[in-house]
């Protein structure tokens, strides 16, 4: 009974099968048959419907059913995109973490991909130090960049073009070096209006207006300045200035301007005068109301005498004093002992606000490194 049901079970049923043998060349033959991106049909699940039911009735095990395996591969071309993350679905602290690493050109190419891009690409946390030392400035950078949150910024021996700037907010600023820049007298006033936090200010070989801003550390040395432009620098400069460098003026500093600086600067600790032929001993008795002044510089002042020196001594506060060119070697050992608690022409140079040094490799102002610089000045 059991053989005569097996018999009657159809050879090419899909569903049981009776052997595990199987010509490769079907499988070549079914795999090319199947059209690219066919739906894959799934098999159905074994049931009683497949079962003889004298089997099923007297409760005797149905046959196992062997398994077939069929290996179909797919091109590599063919596989599926594993699932990744979206640029856009990263949040912007992610975002302003890559940023962070780019060098200046590349943040500015980033910059005009879309909105959100330019919104982080020129948020103030990537913006805090900039050095565009020897760049070639076109109208309408400074105007841009400065704005997006810069505190320190180096940028001597640059020509700068029109800031342009489309907002009258305040500028962050707090360190600015513009030493031996090329610029305008209204170029250079539109971006000091904008200062109110300066604190260190190097305009050394630039042609200043009559308005200076409040800050500690102001070296105005070597200016192309007239005895005009002088007193007005001088009448504008404030008390909260502590160091300051008006070396270089020859005949256009004169003692009546010693005495204005010393009004409206009584905090002076280092002064920088040298270079300044009008000055004699008479500016002494000012000197001698600066109750904190340690530093004192007048190199080549031809007409303050050596003897003259000696008078320097009443300013308990005094520490240091330079005076190149007017005391001979011969005399500078009687003026050191005429003066034992002043150290006499121990350096050539004077460090008010004079904030590049070394090498042109050095990208520091004021001890403070510059993270974004310009490596390339013919792209801004």
């Known amino acids: 009974m059991y053989r005569k049901h097996l018999q009657e079970i159809p050879s090419s049923s899909t569903n049981v099968s009776t052997s595990l043998d199987w010509d490769s060349s079907k499988t070549l033959e079914f795999v090319s048959s199947v059209p690219l991106g066919a739906p894959v049909l799934k098999k159905e699940k074994l049931g009683n419907e497949n079962t003889p039911q004298d089997l099923v009735s ?27 993350v979206s640029l856009d679905a990263l949040p912007d ?3 302003l973490a890559i940023f962070a690493y780019l060098p200046l050109k590349d943040l500015l190419k980033v ?3 879309c909105k959100r891009w330019h919104r982080l690409a020129f948020d103030e946390s990537l913006w805090q130090t900039l050095d565009l030392t020897g760049g070639n400035l076109l109208p309408g950078v400074l105007g841009q960049l400065l704005p997006a949150g810069v505190t320190v910024f180096r940028c001597p021996r640059a020509c700068i073009g029109n800031p342009l700037f489309k907002t009258t907010q305040l500028l962050r600023l707090q360190y600015l070096d513009l030493s031996n820049c ?20 190097s305009l050394e070989g630039l042609v200043l207006s009559d308005i200076i801003i409040k800050l500690e550390e102001l070296n105005l040395s070597w200016c192309d ?48 005068l040298s270079d300044s032929m009008m000055l004699k001993p008479e500016c002494f008795q000012y000197f001698r109301q600066l109750m904190f002044l340690q530093h004192l510089c007048l190199s080549r002042c031809y007409q303050i005498s050596p003897a003259a020196l000696v008078e320097l001594g ?21 003026l ?31 001890g ?7 490596r390339n000045s013919s792209f801004l």
């Open 314 to 334: 009443e300013i308990q506060t005094l520490k240091t004093l330079q005076v190149f060119g007017i005391v001979t070697d011969s005399s500078l050992q009687l």
């Open 368 to 374: 403070i490194k510059c993270r974004l610089t310009l």
């Open 111 to 113: 910059s005009v991909i």
């Open 182 to 201: 090329t610029m305008s007298v209204a170029d250079l006033q539109s971006i000091l209006c904008l200062c109110e936090r300066l604190q260190n200010l």
């Open 58 to 84: 007297s409760g005797c095990p149905a046959p196992k059913r062997q398994k077939e395996f069929v290996i179909v591969r797919r091109p590599w071309l063919l596989r599926e995109a594993e699932p990744g």
């Open 225 to 272: 300045f007239t005895a005009t432009h002088v007193k007005s620098a001088v009448s504008h400069i404030t008390s909260q200035v502590n160091q300051l460098n008006l070396s270089g003026y020859r005949e256009n500093l004169q003692i009546a301007d010693v005495k204005t600086l010393v009004e409206r600067c009584p905090f002076l600790v280092h002064l920088d």
């Open 93 to 95: 602290e992610l975002l």
């Open 336 to 366: 050191e002992e005429a003066l034992p608690a002043v150290k006499i022409n121990r350096s050539h140079f004077t460090t008010i606000a004079r904030p590049t040094v070394g090498n042109k490799k050095n990208h520091e102002i004021w």
